[in-house]
């Protein structure tokens, strides 16, 4: 089984030359060359709160073991953003079309991944996000 | 204005029983607007002896507006499979790029304690990379 995260960071004009990333990841287990071999699939939720909701809740049996999280804000009001928080600490703000793949500790229940529909209102509209948890054994509850 | 693009794949042929492929294409602008961010640190690397914290990015050393849409690319070069950093935001565990992992993310940068920084496992050399794309 293997799963694969390639990201590629590219721009013409933004340095004197072209800035060019382009790497690949193979989603393992912690510490070893076995492959992640869990998942959630991929979630969709329409956030229409400026308080956070728990996209994904932590549980400590996942702490010290390797979990991945992909989330896209999928809004197409480029002014339209959410926050992402770990413990109640700000990650940061994933405006249209923006997404983040990261690590994931867990590190007690209180490491729940949340996110908050900041600047919405009602006349707005929601705000479409999509995620993924790739992870090994333990069990994950969603509830945005 | 410039213009820089990510983009993401995410493929599996067996992890479920239908293939998975996942992409992702994002333009790097600033908040909340259309204008491309216009400032990198571009590609820097870094190499550990310790299992102390280093920091990455100080928030109070950078000049750059608060709370925007700041991005943070993280990998870790090692090719031994035990060997992680632990990145943190202000402190708070965000998670361990084992070897050969990265990361993306966007940066809130909301005060100077907000730094970004990175704990070894290991005392022996570790190189990571890591770039910072931000608004002025």
């Keep these: 089984m293997a799963t694969t995260a390639s990201l590629t960071l590219a721009s013409a004009d933004i340095a004197g030359d072209p800035v060019s990333v382009s790497k690949t990841a193979t989603l393992t ?6 492959d992640l071999d869990q998942s959630t699939g991929l979630n969709r939720v329409h956030l229409r709160s400026t308080t956070n909701k728990t996209l994904l809740t932590a549980n400590t049996e996942g702490n010290d073991l390797a979990a991945k999280v992909y989330i896209i804000n999928k809004a197409t009001d480029s002014s339209l953003y959410v926050t992402v928080t770990i413990n109640a600490q700000t990650v940061g703000k994933l405006y249209a079309g923006n997404f983040m793949f990261i690590p994931w500790s867990q590190t007690d229940t209180a490491a729940a991944i949340e996110v908050a529909a900041t600047n919405w ?15 090994e054994d333990t069990d994950f509850l969603t509830n945005a | 204005m410039a213009t820089t693009i990510a983009s993401l794949n995410i493929t599996s042929t ?8 996942l992409s992702a294409i994002a333009t790097l602008t600033n908040a909340g607007s259309a204008t491309g961010v216009t400032q990198t640190t571009g590609l820097a690397r870094k190499k550990t002896e310790s299992t102390s914290l280093y920091i990455l990015y100080d928030r109070s050393a950078l000049s750059m507006p608060a709370a925007s849409a700041h991005k943070i690319y993280i990998k870790n070069l090692s090719t031994t499979a035990a060997e992680f950093v632990t990145i943190t935001v202000a402190g708070e565990e965000l998670g361990r790029l084992y070897a050969g992992d990265w990361a993306f993310f966007p940066w809130s940068a909301h005060d100077d304690a907000n730094d970004i920084s990175i704990t070894p496992s290991v005392s022996s050399a570790l190189t990571i990379e890591h770039m910072l794309f931000f608004e002025s």
Excluded: Q, R
Excluded at chain 1, 29 to 34: D, F, P
């Design chain 1, 29 to 34: 287990k912690a510490g070893t060359i076995n």
């Design chain 1, 121 to 135: 209102t009602s006349s707005t509209g929601d705000i479409p996000v999509e995620y993924a948890l790739f992870h």
């Design chain 2, 14 to 21: 067996d992890l479920l029983s239908d293939a998975l492929s």
